[in-house]
Structure formats: C-alpha cells, structure tokens
Antibody
Framework: EVQLVESGGGLVQPEGSLRLSCAAS????????MSWVRQAPGKGLEWVSG????????YYADSVKGRFTISRDNSKNTLHLQMNSLRAEDTAVYHC????????????WGQGTLVTVSS | DIQMTQSPSSLSASVGDRVTITCRAS??????LGWYQQKPGKAPKRLIY???SLQSGVPSRFSGSGSGTEFTLTISSLQPEDFATYYC?????????FGQGTKVEIK
C-alpha cells in the first residue's frame, strides 16, 4: 500500500525556518518524481516545488524560489522541504505528492502537515 | 504560466443529480489534465487522469472529457459521499497549475 506521511510542521515566527519531511512507503521511491503542494487555510491548491527521482533536477514556484529547498534521501525513502525566510503568506497545509508519469501527474498525496507563520 | 479557470466555484445539488464542472486552460494543454476530489482535512484524491481516464478504484459515475483548452468532469448520479471540493490540474507544462476549485454542497 502506498503511503506518504508528512511531518515537521508547526508554528514559526516570520523570517524563521522549518524543515518538512515526507516518509514514503509501499513503492519504489527513487523511481518517482515528487512534489510539495500547499493549501492556505480556506484556499485552493498551489504547487510549491518538485524533484526528480534521482534528486538531480529540481523546480520551484516563483513565490518560494530562493527561500525553499527541496531534497530527497532515496536510501531512507524520504522527501524534504527546507523552508527559510518564512512569511505569513506561507501559512498552509503542505502535502507531498507522487508523480506517476512525467513531473506533475500526481496520483497519490499525503494528508499534509500544517505550517503556521505568525509572531 | 497556464491559467486554469474552473467553474462554477460552488454548486448545490441533490442526491441523484447529474453534475458538470468545467475547466478552461489559457492555452492548449493537449489532454494533460487531471481531476481531484478533496474532503475537509483530507488529502486530494485523483479521480481522472489524461482528461478522460478513470483512476483505478474510482466509481464509474465519474467521467472526464475534453482536450486542448476545454475540459469537463461529470458525476452522472451524485451520491452522498461525493459532496466535496473538486479541482482540475494541468500537468502539461511547468509550473503545474490548479483550477480554483468547485465546492459541491447538498441542496
């Protein structure tokens, strides 16, 4: 059974940092591109960042470029999102998602972890 | 970026109704479109991929159609468990973009 379980969310002050993790199981993790997608409270879905199966290629939304870094540890079946210089508008539930073909064809998502940026 | 315009933003319907949701892309995206269902506090669930292919395990009352710039999700006979928010997603080009969502509520 495919499982994606996010962790690492919490309350952080503006300009602070947080590192999210997504533990994957039930599939060959290194064979799939992965992404982070977020959802602000009461709002729609916004793609944040993606990474190839080998970890060598990464993509970012303009809204987080230069502040967030996506990475993966295929030996531990884990995806990460390092978030620096956090802003109030980064407050959201962050989901990890698996791309079944190509980069952004998401077939399976985790339940998400809540990040709140507030003083 | 490709803009996805989804309509309506919300609708009220009764059990057994036929429901149609539309997404329009700001430029052609072939059939690189998926439809997702999301219930409060839950992960999005893919219903349709490649515009018209039914995800394994999804009931056949869900169907998708369209290509290029116009896409439709149809629920042929709305069931109580279908009350949720639905999103389209284009995966034709970077960055992937979502429609604004359609909330399907009980009439």
């Amino acid at each position: 059974e495919v499982q994606l379980v996010e962790s690492g969310g919490g309350l952080v002050q503006p300009e602070g940092s947080l590192r999210l993790s997504c533990a994957a199981s039930g599939f060959s993790f290194s064979s799939y591109a992965m992404s982070w997608v977020r959802q602000a409270p009461g709002k729609g879905l916004e793609w944040v960042s993606g990474i190839g199966g080998g970890g060598g290629s990464t993509y970012y939304a303009d809204s987080v470029k230069g502040r967030f870094t996506i990475s993966r540890d295929n030996s531990k079946n884990t995806l990460h999102l390092q978030m620096n210089s956090l802003r109030a508008e980064d407050t959201a539930v962050y989901h990890c998602a698996r791309a079944v073909s190509g980069w952004f064809d998401f077939d399976f998502w985790g339940q998400g972890t809540l990040v709140t940026v507030s003083s | 970026d490709i803009q996805m315009t989804q309509s309506p933003s919300s609708l009220s319907a009764s059990v057994g109704d036929r429901v149609t949701i539309t997404c329009r892309a700001s430029q052609g995206i072939r059939n690189d479109l998926g439809w997702y269902q999301q219930k409060p506090g839950k992960a999005p669930k893919r219903l349709i991929y490649a515009a018209s292919s039914l995800q394994s395990g999804v009931p056949s009352r869900f169907s998708g159609s369209g290509s290029g710039t116009e896409f439709t999700l149809t629920i042929s006979s709305l069931q109580p468990e279908d009350f949720a928010t639905y999103y389209c997603l284009q995966d034709n080009s970077y960055p992937p973009t979502f429609g604004q969502g359609t909330k399907v509520e009980i009439k």
